[in-house]
Nanobody, 127 residues
Framework: QVQLVESGGGSVQAGGSLRLSCAAS????????MSWFRQPPGKEREGVAA????????YYADSVKGRFTISQDIAKNTLYLQLDSLKPEDTALYSC????????????????????WGQGTQVTVSS
C-alpha cells in the first residue's frame, strides 16, 4: 500500500504562482509513475502532468505545458507541481496519484491507470 498526502494549495490572483507537494509513504518502491490530476468545479477530473520515477521523464497536458512543472525528490519521497502564470481556469481540486505501471505518454494522464490517490488540495485563482 501507498499513502499520498497533498499540501500547498491556496488562493492566488491570476498570474501568480503556487507549489504543490505530495508526500508518499508506504511501499513506494512499487511505484513507477506519479502524476497530478485536477478537477474543476462541476467538471470531470483531468490529467495535468506525469513523471516516471526511475528516470524522471515528464509528460504534460497541452493546457499547462510551459506553465506547470512536475518534479520529484526521491530521497524525501515527495512529488511537486510548480504552478506559474496561473489563470482563473486553473481553479480546481488538485490530486496526486501513483501507479505501479510505467505509463508513458498520454496513458500517464488517464486516471483509470493509477492505483493510489491522495485527498487533494484546492487551488483557487481569481481574476
Amino acid at each position: 500500500q501507498v499513502q499520498l498526502v497533498e499540501s500547498g494549495g491556496g488562493s492566488v490572483q491570476a498570474g501568480g504562482s503556487l507549489r504543490l507537494s505530495c508526500a508518499a509513504s508506504g511501499y513506494t518502491r512499487s511505484i513507477a509513475t506519479m502524476s497530478w490530476f485536477r478537477q474543476p468545479p462541476g467538471k470531470e477530473r483531468e490529467g495535468v502532468a506525469a513523471i516516471y520515477t526511475r528516470d524522471g521523464i515528464t509528460y504534460y497536458a497541452d493546457s499547462v505545458k510551459g506553465r506547470f512543472t512536475i518534479s520529484q525528490d526521491i530521497a524525501k519521497n515527495t512529488l511537486y507541481l510548480q504552478l506559474d502564470s496561473l489563470k482563473p481556469e486553473d481553479t480546481a481540486l488538485y490530486s496526486c496519484a501513483a501507479g505501479r505501471a510505467l505509463l508513458y505518454g498520454s496513458s500517464g494522464l488517464k486516471s483509470a491507470n493509477y492505483d493510489y490517490w491522495g485527498q487533494g488540495t484546492q487551488v483557487t485563482v481569481s481574476s
